[in-house]
Antibody, heavy 121, light 109 residues
């Protein structure tokens, strides 16, 4: 059974940093590109970042480029999102998501439960 | 990286059909047949309903169908049921990134 379990969310002041983790199981992790998608309270979904299966390619939304870094450790079946210079508008539930066919496409067949990041002074 | 455009809300009565549109540009929806649709109930993670424009994942009812014309994709739900009431999001691959629509709230009257 595929499982994605996020952790690392919390309350942080503007300008601060957080590192999110996503533990994956039930599939061959390094065969799949992985994505982060966020959802601000009461708002819609926003794509954040993606990383290829081997970790060699990464892409970011303009809203987080230069502040967030996506990475993965295939030996630990884990995905990460390092978030620096956090802003109040980064407040959201952050989901890790598995692309159905292992591609960069936005066809996510499995999502985690999300981890809440709150940026507030 | 502009969001795709969806109507904020649609409604229909049980048994009727509704269609939700999703308008992008020639850089996303128009360039790739890689639009997916998600259903999200309150407090739940999104669920994949349609991928690659018109394909249904295993287990998704054939009441859900997808199509595309030019820069606009559409999700049609036929035979509306009470449990279809939810938020729906379109999503498109756009070359080096992914873009979502703003979401549509479906109300089953």
């Amino acid at each position: 059974e595929v499982q994605l379990v996020e952790s690392g969310g919390g309350v942080v002041q503007p300008g601060g940093s957080l590192r999110l983790s996503c533990a994956a199981s039930g599939f061959t992790f390094d065969d799949y590109a992985m994505h982060w998608v966020r959802q601000a309270p009461g708002k819609g979904l926003e794509w954040v970042s993606l990383i290829s299966g081997d970790g060699g390619s990464t892409y970011y939304a303009d809203s987080v480029k230069g502040r967030f870094t996506i990475s993965r450790d295939n030996s630990k079946n884990s995905l990460y999102l390092q978030m620096n210079s956090l802003r109040t508008e980064d407040t959201a539930l952050y989901y890790c998501a598995k692309s159905q066919l292992g591609t960069f496409h936005g066809d996510y067949d499995y999502w985690g439960q999300g981890t809440l990041v709150t940026v507030s002074s | 990286q502009s969001a795709l455009t969806q109507p904020a809300s649609v409604s229909g009565s049980p048994g009727q059909s509704i269609t939700i549109s999703c308008t992008g540009t020639s850089s996303d929806v128009g360039s790739y047949n890689l639009v997916s649709w998600y259903q999200q109930h309150p407090g739940k993670a999104p669920k994949l309903m349609i991928y690659e424009g018109s394909k249904r994942p295993s287990g998704v009812s054939n009441r859900f169908s997808g199509s595309k014309s030019g820069n606009t994709a559409s999700l049609t739900i036929s035979g509306l049921q009470a449990e279809d009431e939810a938020d729906y999001y379109c999503c498109s691959y756009a070359g080096s990134h992914v873009v979502f629509g703003g979401g549509t709230k479906l109300t089953v009257l």
